[in-house]
T-cell receptor, first 111, second 116 residues
Framework: GNSVTQMEGPVTLSEEAFLTINCTYT??????LFWYVQYPGEGLQLLLK?????DKGSNKGFEATYRKETTSFHLEKGSVQVSDSAVYFC??????????FGTGTSLTVIP | GAVVSQHPSWVICKSGTSVKIECRSL??????MFWYRQFPKQSLMLMAT?????????EQGVEKDKFLINHASLTLSTLTVTSAHPEDSSFYIC????????????FGEGSRLTVL
């Protein structure tokens, strides 16, 4: 079946540090891949997405590349800010439109 | 992107009462809406999927008589927590898909329910 596994948190980084949150997936066919971000007390917001192999999604300095050979979609940012503190969810959507979410990774950035 | 709005954003109620949470797609027609429950520091738990004009499909372990879901129009779905108890206290989030955005999910802001 389809599933998403992402790095467990919590992750604590100093401001301007490099961020990587690992995400791997299991899916039949060719899913679309997403990263969602949830700020404290809010719903989820789409951060970036990629719909086919080798696509790179990017937004607000975050990037993730759809790697079919390693079934991965790792989230990266070169220099995090305090305002990036949030919970990040990796997700996939199968061809039927069903979504599968990872367990979420909490990121705290300290000044 | 598309906008999904939930209301109320937080609600406090007495044990035994019922609470209704609304989820609206503001600028697109949502053919499918999803309701999630999120416990503190945990992931999203899908409760049910609702398609406009038909009965909701509940996930295993979710009481359909407890959590009534109605998707009467293409822009509105409601979740009613009936005879709420303190263990129903949680953060409830809806998401919607449809219109030109069939490949994405758009989430509401979430509703914090506290049952006293």
């Amino acid at each position: 079946g389809n599933s998403v596994t992402q790095m467990e948190g919590p992750v604590t980084l100093s401001e301007e540090a490099f961020l990587t949150i690992n995400c791997t997936y299991t899916a039949t066919g060719y899913p679309s891949l997403f990263w969602y971000v949830q700020y404290p007390g809010e719903g989820l917001q789409l951060l970036l997405k990629a719909t086919k192999a080798d696509d790179k999604g990017s937004n607000k300095g975050f990037e993730a590349t759809y790697r079919k050979e390693t079934t991965s979609f790792h989230l990266e940012k070169g220099s995090v800010q305090v305002s990036d503190s949030a919970v990040y969810f990796c997700a996939l959507s199968d061809r039927g439109g069903q979504f599968y979410f990872g367990t979420g990774t909490s990121l705290t950035v300290i000044p | 992107g598309a906008v999904v709005s939930q209301h109320p954003s937080w609600v406090i109620c007495k044990s035994g009462t019922s609470v209704k949470i609304e989820c609206r797609s503001l600028d697109f027609q949502a053919t499918t809406m999803f309701w999630y429950r999120q416990f503190p520091k945990q992931s999203l738990m899908l409760m049910a999927t609702s398609n406009e004009g038909s009965k909701a499909t509940y996930e295993q372990g979710v009481e359909k008589d407890k959590f009534l879901i109605n998707h009467a129009s293409l822009t509105l779905s409601t979740l009613t927590v009936t005879s709420a108890h303190p263990e129903d206290s949680s953060f409830y989030i809806c998401s919607a898909r449809g219109g030109l955005h069939t490949g994405e999910l758009f989430f509401g802001e979430g509703s914090r329910l506290t049952v006293l």
